[in-house]
């Protein structure tokens, strides 16, 4: 397929109408950027907000739960943390785990490492083949670098993945388009 050939796929419909997700698969969590929380507000360094006890806590055998931790990353990253982001990514428990190889990839393409985030993108895919959001944002690097054929590669699996319509594969599909990139 050809680059004018995609843009006959429908790209003017608008990017919010589309699920994104917060699970691998590009589902309504990720639609819209994070919400600000106190871990942004107040929180300074690699610190997270911790409702319990109402104050910033390194996120080292903090007690905090995955999901909570991985909130924080995605709102550090937004944030223009990512620095920070990868201090929370680093107490992660399970580094295998692909939201978490997912989100090393983006915080280094968002530091300007592409091969680094490249890298990372894939180790994601290859622990879960249908991870579509580390597709969307190994192309969203892919159209950063200039390297169309192969954004238009990932697109064309996260369709095949079944993603067609989701937050992934809309983001993905208009990058390409528009050569903007998202930051969530």
Same mark, same amino acid.
């Given at each position: 397929?050809?680059?004018?050939?995609?843009?006959? *796929?429908? *790209?003017?419909?608008? *990017?919010?109408?589309?699920?994104?997700?917060?699970?691998?698969?590009?589902?309504?969590?990720?639609?819209? #950027? #994070?919400?600000?929380?106190?871990?942004?507000?107040?929180?300074?360094?690699?610190?997270?907000?911790?409702?319990?006890?109402?104050?910033?806590?390194?996120?080292?055998?903090? +007690?905090?739960?995955?999901?909570?931790?991985?909130?924080?990353? @995605? =709102?550090?990253?937004?944030?223009? @943390?990512?620095?920070?982001?990868?201090?929370?990514?680093?107490?992660?428990?399970?580094?295998?785990?692909? @939201?978490?190889?997912?989100?090393? +990839?983006?915080?280094? @393409?968002?530091?300007?490492?592409?091969?680094?985030?490249?890298?990372?993108?894939?180790?994601?895919?290859?622990?879960?083949?249908?991870?579509?959001?580390?597709?969307?944002?190994?192309?969203?690097?892919?159209?950063?670098?200039?390297?169309?054929?192969?954004?238009?590669?990932?697109?064309?699996?996260?369709?095949?993945?079944?993603?067609? +319509?989701?937050?992934? =594969?809309?983001?993905?599909?208009?990058?390409?388009?528009? +050569?903007?990139?998202?930051?969530?």
């Amino acid at each position: 397929m050809r680059f004018p050939s995609l843009l006959a *796929l429908g *790209l003017t419909l608008p *990017l919010g109408a589309f699920a994104a997700g917060g699970d691998s698969t590009g589902g309504s969590t990720w639609t819209n #950027p #994070p919400k600000e929380t106190q871990t942004t507000k107040e929180c300074k360094g690699v610190k997270v907000w911790d409702d319990k006890k109402k104050r910033c806590v390194a996120p080292k055998n903090s +007690g905090l739960d995955a999901d909570t931790l991985y909130d924080a990353v @995605r =709102e550090l990253a937004y944030a223009g @943390r990512p620095a920070d982001a990868q201090g929370v990514l680093a107490a992660m428990p399970d580094q295998s785990d692909d @939201r978490v190889l997912t989100y090393w +990839g983006f915080t280094h @393409r968002k530091l300007g490492d592409l091969d680094r985030a490249a890298f990372y993108y894939q180790a994601a895919i290859a622990a879960n083949p249908d991870n579509i959001l580390a597709r969307s944002y190994m192309g969203q690097g892919f159209v950063e670098a200039g390297k169309t054929d192969l954004a238009i590669a990932q697109w064309r699996e996260i369709t095949a993945r079944g993603g067609e +319509g989701s937050w992934a =594969e809309v983001s993905l599909r208009e990058a390409i388009r528009s +050569g903007l990139t998202y930051s969530y």
